[in-house]
């Protein structure tokens, strides 16, 4: 059985920032928010691929779809983001290549694609795979056939790289634990308690449009991933030592030989002053600390739950929702810690 540790302070960010800035309608700034990250990844990953093919276009498949794809989100970012998104491709492009070189791979690439459409990545390689396991955002084939995964991550500044972001049907059917349903009990209640429209779409321009409706959405979203959170706390701490690290290693880290192979690849800095670095997943120093370390848990903030190895944090298992809080989809990050 896993050791417990103390609860530290809970904190909501979302709602603080919301509070702080004074909205008197959040929609626009929220409609913001989720839309950034998303963007400026989404540059990221094509000029990964662009810069691994030597800065053309030349190889990179299905170009036109990703070339308008680039330019659409060009003009949807700040100058300054996309500057950033490009300088911190071009040195992760150095980075992946040296790495290459160095782990087995021959020649230059010669093909790119961009993984982001449902199907492209099992079309390219020419047998199925779960994107759930394999989160291949550029995919690179080398001229010696070999096929290199890129799972891509930029950011302003340093920091380690992510783990699986398993969904919650996945850990229910893992664990035999009833998480989805808890999670639609409630969500329900809250629909009826403040008469929310049913479907999501509507319930979250509802929500959107009435900032006091939204406080208490807020609040019972809060509620819910506390309750979520403290129900796999539960489950995780029964568990023996042998199944939990079972259950970390299998969907939360990547332990396994993925197919096609991948590698994590982040990209820091901005302004200017850029870096990049890589994590290959089988042989992530966290996994071998796992496996001589007695593991221990300890609930973080209102939503998380710490995994250490000895004294050495692991990883967060954080539940978070989409966009807004009880009207759009839960979801389960596996975060650096």
Not at 154 to 179: C, E, M, R, V
Not at 197 to 202: D, F, H, I, L
Not at 281 to 289: G, L, Q, R
Request: net charge positive; with cysteine; proline share 4%.
């Amino acid at each position: 059985m896993p050791i417990e540790r103390s609860m530290e302070t809970m904190n909501n960010e979302q709602l603080r920032m919301l509070e702080l800035a004074g909205f008197t309608n959040p929609k626009d700034i929220m409609i913001i928010l989720e839309s950034r990250n998303t963007l400026g990844a989404d540059i990221n990953e094509i000029l990964l691929g662009y810069y691994c093919l030597g800065g053309t276009w030349a190889g990179f498949q299905d170009s036109s779809t990703a070339k308008k794809q680039l330019k659409d989100r060009q003009g949807s970012v700040e100058s300054s983001e996309y500057v950033d998104q490009d300088g911190r491709a071009r040195v992760m492009a150095d980075k992946v290549l040296s790495w290459a070189s160095s782990n087995g791979y021959s020649g230059r690439v010669k093909k790119v694609w961009w993984t982001a459409r449902p199907g492209v990545l099992s079309k390219a390689v020419g047998f199925a795979v779960n994107s759930r396991e394999n989160p291949t955002d550029t995919l690179l084939q080398f001229t010696d056939g070999k096929f290199l995964g890129l799972s891509a991550k930029s950011t302003k500044g340093g920091g380690d790289i992510g783990f699986k972001n398993p969904g919650i049907g996945t850990l229910d059917s893992a664990l035999n634990i009833n998480l989805s349903k808890i999670a639609q009990d409630e969500i329900n209640s809250t629909i009826e308690s403040l008469d929310l429209p049913k479907s999501s779409k509507a319930r979250k321009e509802y929500i959107r449009s009435n900032p006091e409706i939204q406080k208490a959405t807020i609040s019972a979203g809060v509620g819910l991933l506390s309750l979520l959170r403290d129900k796999l706390f539960v489950k995780l701490y029964k568990m023996t030592h042998e199944d939990l690290l079972d259950h970390l290693l299998n969907h939360w880290m990547d332990a396994k030989i993925p197919n096609p192979y991948y590698i994590k690849v982040t990209g820091h800095g901005r302004n200017g002053n850029y870096s990049a670095t890589i994590l290959d997943p089988t042989k992530n120093p966290k996994v071998k600390a796992l496996g001589v370390e007695d593991i221990s848990l300890e609930k973080v903030g209102n939503e998380s739950i710490g995994i250490y190895a000895g004294n050495k944090k692991i990883m967060k298992m954080r539940f978070k929702f989409e966009s807004e809080k009880m009207a759009s989809s839960i979801k389960l990050s596996g975060d650096p810690w």
